[in-house]
């Protein structure tokens, strides 16, 4: 059976850390690029960070960048995103997806897996609250 699973939400303080992973079981994941999404009570869904198969880069949206990490452990079948400096704004359900199709041009650079639009196969999500 095809999965993308997430774990590591939780509540943190402001200023806090947390890693999430994503975990695949049923296909190679070194062969899809990974994009993390989050989506707030109230607010659409919107892409964060995105990892991609071929070269490897990565790419995250301004409102993250210096703060989250993304990187994969082909070995564990798995990508992580490193959280750091957290904010009460990073509130959010956060969701781990990728195209299906191994063929996609979504999974080529960092260039393509930004394209949010194009991420159709998802996990269940895993809960983020940044409170004091």
């Known amino acids: 059976q095809v999965q993308l699973v997430e774990s590591g939400g939780g509540l943190v303080q402001p200023g806090g850390s947390l890693r999430l992973s994503c975990a695949a079981s049923?296909?190679?994941?070194?062969?899809?690029?990974i994009g993390w999404f989050r989506q707030a009570p109230g607010k659409e869904r919107e892409g964060v960070s995105c990892?991609?198969?071929?070269?490897?880069?990565?790419y995250h949206v301004d409102s993250v960048k210096g703060r989250f990490t993304i990187s994969r452990d082909n070995a564990k079948n798995t990508v992580y995103l490193q959280m750091n400096s957290l904010k009460p704004e990073d509130t959010a359900v956060y969701y781990c997806?990728?195209?299906?199709?191994?063929?996609?041009?979504?999974?080529?650079?960092?260039?393509?897996?930004?394209?949010?639009?194009?991420?159709?196969?998802w996990g269940q999500g895993t809960q983020v609250t940044v409170s004091s």
């Open positions: 997806a990728t195209n299906s199709d191994p063929e996609s041009s979504t999974h080529y650079s960092s260039n393509y897996c930004r394209r949010w639009y194009a991420y159709d196969y």
């Open positions: 049923g296909f190679t994941l070194d062969y899809y690029a």
């Open positions: 990892i991609s198969r071929r070269d490897g880069t990565i």
